[in-house]
């Protein structure tokens, strides 16, 4: 040890030549892998909620685009819709059902109470109360939309009888709610009307998560406030409340979407659905007319009689082109990625292999010399092994500590341009939303289709990263063994004789 300390004090610049070789290799390496895991989750997830999932949607009356009404699909119609073999998840959305807290209060933020002077307490349809929205896909939809768990845990898909809930952070803050605590709602019921039909029946949940609602919505704090406000429960309570409470047959929703076992599902699915359900029309997200102008979908308006024949027909509206928008390109950063990960690695093992053959070989007469005196074999292979596992180990450090940030950066100077116009089509899309909606509105604009931002998040994978660094430091130590090892075998008069 001793004298591998000397010697690495004695060639100070050689030390800081190998440090800095592989700190470069490291870090390049580290980032793309991180860099990679982050795009490989992103598509992943996309491939989830946008390019396996499809959504039904009830007819409407009017004229779209303008001034209409689409009306909700039956628990009867939704049953029937999700029941296939090919569905894995599902989430039902009722955007005019609310449970009204009962010793609690919903959050407003302060701009929105500006914005909306007045129209909250005359409108009497703009409540904020908790909206109850169903799911029985929890995970998926929450890694589509972007919802984050921050105490306790979700509901898991398909769970019945169970009188559990996840509400929002904002509102739990407000009322000093943590998990475990039980909180009591009334139920409500908007109609097209505009009016409220309230229900004296209470229901009490017993809080099981907490969310935080994701950032994509909070640039407008009308939009931002509805998803703070929202609360998850179990589908079968929901709907035995709602029709016992409210004293209806059926419960309507605004959508629901199933997320499908994987890609090849979707066109089997949509064949399967027309036969059990009337389709008038299977839509994507995104339209794009003659002159190339994109615009959400529009509602499936049905004539008058046979709104009132009941011979209703249902949309179904995928995600295909959304997907090409915002899931294409990471995919493309995916593969190349991949490539950079395959070409780093093989460049750091050539370098191994040729640093460590010049360095053993260029003192191959010093370890001949070490032989002569008697020294042991394994302290001499342990004197090159520390010399040579310093740099590599004080460039690993430095490569980790540095490799967020700098997966970070190029992620983002990789992925940006493509960020700008995603994000483009979306405000294109959306349109502006920024005037005040009412509730069921925010839920038809939501509806329209999932956003997917195309920021990547860059995280310290302990699991695959810390597997890297034992892989890189046995393959090093591999190497340095072999070469040291070849020659240590030799004879040291064989060695001091060789001219070579």
């Not at 009962?102 to 307490?121: A, F, H, M, N, P």
């Not at 809930?165 to 009334?186: F, P, Q, R, S």
């Not at 039909?197 to 209470?202: I, L």
């Not at 032989?371 to 004080?394: A, C, D, T, W, Y």
Request: hydrophobic share 40%.
């Amino acid at each position: 040890m001793k004298r591998a300390s000397r010697k690495l004090r004695s060639t100070p610049a050689k030390t800081l030549m190998y440090i800095i070789l592989f700190l470069v290799l490291f870090l390049a390496i580290f980032s793309m892998l991180m860099i990679g895991i982050a795009s490989g989750n992103k598509v992943k997830r996309a491939q989830e909620t946008l390019a396996n999932s499809i959504t039904l949607r009830g007819p409407a009356e009017g004229e779209a685009g303008k001034s209409c009404t689409v009306y909700a699909i039956p628990s009867a119609i939704v049953e029937k819709f999700i029941d296939s073999n090919y569905v894995q998840g599902y989430t039902m959305e009722a955007g005019t059902y609310w449970l009204d807290p009962v010793d609690t209060e919903t959050y407003i933020s302060e701009e929105t109470q500006q914005r909306l002077k007045g129209y909250l307490k005359d409108s009497g349809m703009y409540t904020m109360t908790a909206v109850g929205t169903l799911d029985c896909a929890y995970d998926t939809y929450f890694l589509a939309k972007g919802y984050r768990i921050v105490e306790g845990s979700g509901l898991s898909y398909g769970e019945r009888g169970k009188y559990e809930a996840v509400v929002g952070e904002k509102y739990a803050e407000k009322n000093h709610l943590h998990v475990g605590d039980t909180v009591k709602y009334k139920m409500e019921q908007g109609t097209i009307e505009y009016y409220k039909v309230s229900a004296p029946e209470e229901i009490s949940f017993k809080i099981r998560g907490i969310y935080r609602t994701p950032e994509v919505y909070q640039s407008d704090s009308v939009v931002n406030d509805w998803h703070n406000n929202l609360i998850f429960i179990p589908l079968d309570i929901f709907c035995e409340y709602s029709m016992k409470a409210l004293k209806i047959q059926n419960v309507g929703f605004n959508t629901v979407t199933v997320y499908l076992k994987d890609t090849k599902s979707v066109e089997p699915f949509i064949e399967e659905t027309k036969n059990k359900i009337k389709i008038g029309s299977v839509d994507d997200v995104v339209q794009t007319d003659e002159n190339g102008i994109r615009s959400s979908v529009k509602p499936m308006v049905i004539s008058q009689q046979d709104l009132e024949s009941g011979e209703w027909s249902y949309q179904l509206i995928r995600n295909k082109e959304w997907y090409e928008m915002v899931a294409k390109p990471v995919e493309k950063l995916n593969r190349l990625i991949g490539y950079m990960i395959v070409g780093f690695v093989t460049a750091g093992i050539l370098l191994f292999g040729i640093l460590t053959s010049l360095s053993v070989k260029g003192r191959k007469r010093e370890i001949g010399i070490l032989l002569s005196m008697g020294e042991h074999r394994k302290r001499i292979l342990g004197q090159f092994v520390l010399e040579n596992l310093v740099p590599v180990l004080i460039a690993l450090v430095f490569a980790a500590l540095c490799a967020t940030p700098t997966a970070e950066y190029f992620a983002n100077r990789m992925i940006s341009n493509q960020a700008e116009k995603v994000e483009q089509e979306n405000e294109d899309l959306s349109g502006n939303i920024k005037n005040a909606l009412p509730t069921s509105e925010i839920a038809a604009y939501e509806s329209t289709g999932v956003t997917v931002d195309t920021d990547l998040s860059i995280e310290w994978n302990w699991k695959i990263m810390t597997g890297m660094i034992l892989g890189i430091l046995d393959l090093f130590l591999l190497i340095l063994i072999l070469q040291v090892g070849k020659i240590t075998r030799e004879s040291p008069a064989s060695i001091l004789l060789d001219r070579k």
